[in-house]
């Protein structure tokens, strides 16, 4: 058993050492912006800033100054990622405060018209409908106001339409 794992140490041990060499490559973009993998170092004319990685660095190459300049610039303070941060916030509560404000809207629109479509059908089916004028005595409903009232829930249920 002793053997076995001494054996078993000693080709892990061997399989490391050549990963280490396979590890030990440069890489860079040559002239016409291919990426050139290489154990050999890359040709002189090769400017520094265009040497992706190099052996012994597990990181890429320093970037060119203009890249860094230019991530500096677009990377944002702190301050200013909250700023946003409360912008889209209140952007978004605006936007469903709105959309609960339609909602309501739309669910009291629905309701009127579903009491005015009862109120057109009691209208058109011939009932006498009647009302309670301002001393509690009940009237009823002439002819004439009848035809007045279809007239109004016609036009009621025509807005439901739309």
């Given at each position: 058993?002793?053997?076995?794992?001494?054996?078993t140490f000693v080709t892990?041990?061997?399989?490391?050492?050549?990963?280490?060499?396979?590890?030990?490559?440069y890489v860079w973009l040559d002239d016409k912006g291919v990426k050139q993998f290489s154990d050999m170092p890359p040709p002189s004319s090769i400017p520094a800033?265009?040497?992706?990685?190099?052996?012994?660095?597990?990181?890429?190459?320093?970037a060119p100054a203009e890249a860094v300049a230019s991530e500096a610039k677009s990377q944002m303070t702190t301050a200013e990622k909250n700023a946003e941060f409360r912008k889209r916030?209140?952007?978004?509560?605006?936007?469903?405060?709105?959309?609960?404000?339609?909602?309501?809207?739309?669910?009291?629109?629905?309701?009127?018209?579903?009491?005015a479509q009862e109120y057109h059908r009691a209208l058109e089916s011939g009932e006498r409908i009647s009302r309670t004028d301002k001393n509690g005595e009940r009237s009823y409903l002439s002819d004439e106001q009848r035809a007045k009232e279809v007239r109004e829930s016609r036009r009621v249920l025509d807005d439901c339409k739309s």
């Open positions: 058993m002793n053997t076995l794992f001494r054996h892990a041990l061997i399989c490391m050492g050549f990963a280490g060499a396979a590890h030990a490559q800033s265009r040497i992706l990685k190099q052996p012994g660095s597990s990181t890429p190459a320093a916030q209140t952007e978004r509560a605006e936007k469903e405060k709105k959309a609960a404000e339609e909602a309501k809207i739309a669910s009291e629109k629905a309701r009127n018209c579903e009491r």
